[in-house]
């Protein structure tokens, strides 16, 4: 299940099952997005990317979702495996400037 | 084909003192930001040089400062430390155009004491 622990929200699923991650993004004006994988003690890791031009997405076992209407991101992982444990960060961007604006990030833990 | 390095991976510095990191971007890229990521938090956007030039700068006071050289690589320096300022610095290396994907090191850890 999903809760929100001391400083990041927190989802807890089975090896096997689909991940679903959410993020609220900020600025009405931001017309890109990319979702990180960030494992303890290193840098963010690119995962996929979305402009503001689509809907939908689709990488290997990663689909993000766009929903400019109410601001909302998600990432969905598919068979979701123990590697997959780590922090997951939306961060948002504008046209013309290539700076990001990180949303707070999930910590996903998957269970054998 | 390296990616985005940086050096030193952790120092410990005391209050008060200066601290300089380092970027090399990934291949290719000419894009260099910085951003600090307190415990617990995302990554915030420090500032990003192009052309050697500080392009655009997020909400951080003067003690912080940069440069970006020709061969495009850039340091990042703190001044007069506090503690505070103990984070995860990340560089990250991208081409100047929003739209292409943005590199992140593996980051320089500080703790001031």
């Known amino acids: 299940g999903e809760s929100v622990g001391l400083h990041l929200p927190t989802l807890s699923v089975q090896e096997g099952d689909n991940s679903i991650i959410n993020c609220a993004y900020s600025?009405?004006?931001?017309?890109?997005f990319i979702w990180y994988k960030q494992e303890s003690g290193k840098g963010p890791q690119f995962i996929i990317d979305?402009?503001?031009?689509?809907d939908k997405r689709q990488g290997q076992r990663v689909t993000v979702l766009l929903n400019k209407t109410v601001k909302h991101l998600s990432l969905q992982i598919a068979a979701t495996q123990p590697g997959d444990s780590a922090v997951y960060f939306c961060?948002?961007?504008?046209?013309?400037?290539?700076?990001?604006?990180f949303g707070k990030g999930t910590m996903l833990l998957v269970s054998p | 084909d390296a990616g985005v390095t940086q050096s030193p991976t952790h120092l410990i510095k005391t209050r008060g003192q200066q601290v300089t990191l380092r970027c090399s971007p990934k291949?290719?890229?000419?894009?260099v930001s910085w951003y600090q990521q307190a415990l617990g938090q995302g990554p915030q956007f420090i500032f990003q040089?192009?052309?050697?030039?500080?392009?655009q700068r997020g909400n951080f006071p003067d003690r912080f400062s940069g440069h970006q050289f020709p061969n495009y690589s850039s340091e990042l320096n703190v001044n007069a430390l506090l503690l505070g300022d103990s984070a995860l610095y990340l560089c990250?290396?991208?081409?100047?155009?929003?739209?292409?994907?943005?590199?992140f090191g593996e980051g320089s850890w500080l703790t001031v004491v």
């Open positions: 990250a290396s991208s081409l100047p155009v929003s739209g292409n994907t943005i590199y």
């Open positions: 600025n009405s004006a931001s017309d890109y």
């Open positions: 979305i402009r503001s031009n689509m």
């Open positions: 961060a948002e961007g504008i046209s013309g400037y290539s700076t990001l604006t």
């Open positions: 291949s290719g890229h000419d894009t």
């Open positions: 040089y192009y052309e050697e030039e500080e392009r």
